[in-house]
């Protein structure tokens, strides 16, 4: 003991004593100051109905990697694997902060087996299944789902936009908010991440815009899809109304399964095939680009088939030069 105190390594037997419902708490009222509203409800909805509720009454000191383990396979035999994953990154979380602060000599999340999540691309669309679906949409959402598609906005981030973030003339828009959807209703924040971007917007899209603006207050605050009832007329339409709206234009279209979501990703797939993956990290507000393949950006319909066909061109010419400096050694 005198050792570890020399060393700095001591640590008090009351502090692990402490139960981890109790340090959680700790943890959760001196960090949830940085977190945004969404964060802080799914944290706590997490907290309670996986962690504590399993967990909470387990002294620090007594939380072994093997009851962690079994913890995490009690989950994944009733949740999906990115609840669990979501489940134990949090109690990590906890337990890092147990460790930093001297209440336990080491974490007992130690890299468990969890679950891995299936990938499932997302929905790439074409420029003519985006024009079928818009044909079934009133204005404002018609230029909603081009603001979607021809400029990569998340939905949150869409729906809060005031007429001040959109510059006709100039033809750019600024992302500078977002909202989410909450129990206790919407909540307007900064972007995820607290990204602030400007965008340059399509000429066509634009002209859409001002069309749709001749209907609104002229003022800059104003919400550019405002709720469409007039005792909501004040506040950004919800998102549930705008989904029912955008599944009927889906299934007139004759498409199926596409979400908001994936005219996002579908923007990252064309400006990725176009422009590169940099520039289409830059207009989806990623910081890394390697975010934006992983998740967004996927091959265009059609060019592998280009791939292979200028490859045989190449491979053609190869052979054919080959040829040729056989033939001229023949002669020689």
């Known amino acids: 003991m005198e050792a570890d105190v020399t060393q700095g390594r001591w640590i008090s037997p009351e502090a692990g004593r402490t139960t981890v419902a109790e340090w959680a708490e700790q943890w959760f009222s001196a960090a949830e100051s940085g977190w945004k509203p969404k964060t802080r409800h799914t944290y706590r909805s ?57 209440m336990i000599p080491s974490s007992p999340c130690r890299r468990p087996r969890l679950p891995r999540i299936p990938e499932a691309d997302p929905r790439i669309l074409t420029v003519e299944q985006v024009g079928r679906i818009t044909a079934h949409c009133t204005l404002g959402d018609r230029v909603l789902v081009l603001l979607l598609a021809y400029a990569g906005l998340r939905i949150g981030e869409a729906l809060p936009l005031r007429r001040r973030h959109i510059d006709i003339s100039g033809g750019r828009i600024v992302v500078a908010e977002a909202v989410s959807e909450l129990p206790g209703g919407p909540v307007i924040d900064t972007p995820k991440s607290h990204q602030r971007r400007e965008l340059a917007v399509p000429a066509f899209v634009l002209q859409l815009v001002r069309e749709h603006f001749a209907a609104l207050p002229d003022e800059p605050d104003a919400f550019a899809f405002p709720g469409r009832r007039k005792h909501t007329a004040e506040r950004q339409q919800s998102y549930h109304g705008f989904r029912r709206r955008f599944n009927r234009a889906v299934t007139a279209a004759g498409l199926d399964g596409v979400t908001p979501h994936d005219l996002r990703a579908t923007h990252a797939s064309w400006v990725a095939d176009t422009h590169g993956v940099l520039l289409a990290a830059r207009r989806l507000g990623h910081a890394n680009a390697s975010v934006t393949t992983r998740h967004y950006a996927r091959p265009v319909d059609g060019r592998d088939a280009e791939v292979a066909r200028h490859l045989d061109k190449i491979g053609r010419a190869r052979s054919g030069t080959q040829r040729a400096r056989k033939a001229r050694k023949v002669e020689e």
């Not at 509720?53 to 620090?60: D, E, F």
């Not at 939380?63 to 990590?92: C, D, F, H, M």
């Open 46 to 102: 997490v907290l309670d109905r996986l962690v504590l509720a399993h967990l909470g009454r387990v002294q620090l000191a007594a939380l072994r990697p093997i009851a962690v383990n079994k913890w995490v396979g009690t989950l994944s035999e009733r949740l999906s694997p990115s609840q669990v994953r979501q489940a134990y990154r949090l109690l990590s979380q906890i337990m890092a902060a147990a460790v930093d602060n001297g």
